[in-house]
């Protein structure tokens, strides 16, 4: 069983701050590392797909970064808005296989 | 472009019945892949085909099965169902090299209850 972690498992965000969280996994086997956001009432949708170790992606106020020899990939929200309140979920792909972690649920007021 | 299809949207059964759903990809998307979501558990992983090959599996019981045809099209089965089974089962396309270098694309799910 692969341990895909994240944390925190929830925060709270004043509109217009940025936050970030984490998401560890298993340094071996690695193909690549997912994120999604998923609102509720709807499907997962895909933020980020990364393969190699230091990628940076990002769109618009959401970015990512990824550090496979030490397992960890951080998500950044800046500027948050109540639209981004959704459950981010990190997700590390192994030989076919999709590992999820619990995911960080993001709650931006107003 | 259409996304991803799943039927039945919703479906009540009682233990011991089976249960069949379908997913269809989005146009062009050869690899499919299936997982469960529970309270508390998160998003399981099921099974991925690619060209009506199996070419990884979750750690689900033999109850669990799924299949892809030609098209791309796939369906999961559970035989004997229990209640635990009762779930979000939600099927994602991509394309061919599936999570392991590409983007899912997730339908809305089959949400199944278990009586």
């Given at each position: 069983?692969?341990?895909?972690?994240?944390?925190p498992?929830?925060?709270?965000?004043?509109?217009g701050?940025?936050?970030?969280?984490?998401?560890?996994?298993?340094?071996?086997?690695?193909y690549?590392?997912?994120?999604?956001?998923w609102?509720?009432?709807?499907?997962?949708?895909?933020?980020?797909?990364?393969?190699l170790?230091?990628?940076?992606?990002?769109?618009?106020?959401?970015?990512?970064?990824?550090?496979?020899?030490?397992?960890?990939?951080?998500?950044?929200?800046?500027?948050s808005?109540?639209?981004?309140s959704?459950?981010?979920l990190?997700?590390?792909s192994?030989?076919?296989?999709?590992?999820?972690?619990?995911?960080t649920?993001?709650?931006?007021?107003? | 472009?259409?996304?991803?299809?799943?039927?039945?949207r919703?479906?009540?059964?009682?233990?011991?019945?089976?249960?069949?759903?379908?997913?269809s990809?989005?146009?062009?998307?050869?690899?499919?892949?299936?997982?469960?979501?529970?309270?508390?558990?998160?998003?399981?992983?099921?099974?991925e085909?690619?060209?009506e090959?199996?070419?990884?599996?979750?750690?689900?019981?033999?109850?669990?099965?799924?299949?892809?045809?030609?098209?791309?099209?796939?369906?999961?089965?559970?035989?004997?169902?229990?209640?635990?089974?009762?779930?979000?089962?939600?099927?994602?396309?991509?394309?061919?090299?599936?999570?392991?270098?590409g983007e899912?694309f997730?339908g809305?799910?089959?949400?199944?209850?278990?009586l």
């Amino acid at each position: 069983i692969l341990n895909v972690e994240q944390s925190p498992q929830s925060l709270h965000v004043q509109e217009g701050d940025s936050t970030n969280f984490t998401c560890s996994f298993p340094s071996s086997n690695f193909y690549a590392l997912h994120w999604y956001r998923w609102e509720t009432a709807k499907s997962p949708e895909a933020l980020f797909v990364m393969t190699l170790n230091g990628d940076e992606k990002k769109k618009g106020r959401i970015s990512a970064t990824l550090n496979t020899k030490e397992g960890y990939s951080y998500l950044y929200i800046k500027g948050s808005q109540p639209e981004d309140s959704a459950t981010y979920l990190c997700a590390f792909s192994g030989d076919y296989k999709l590992s999820f972690g619990a995911g960080t649920t993001v709650t931006v007021r107003a | 472009k259409a996304g991803v299809t799943q039927t039945p949207r919703y479906l009540i059964k009682t233990r011991g019945q089976q249960v069949t759903l379908s997913c269809s990809p989005i146009s062009g998307h050869r690899s499919v892949s299936w997982y469960q979501q529970t309270p508390g558990q998160g998003l399981q992983f099921l099974f991925e085909y690619f060209s009506e090959t199996q070419r990884n599996k979750g750690n689900f019981p033999g109850r669990f099965s799924g299949r892809q045809f030609s098209n791309s099209r796939s369906e999961m089965n559970v035989s004997t169902l229990e209640l635990g089974d009762s779930a979000l089962y939600l099927c994602a396309s991509s394309l061919t090299g599936g999570p392991n270098t590409g983007e899912l694309f997730f339908g809305e799910g089959s949400r199944l209850t278990v009586l």
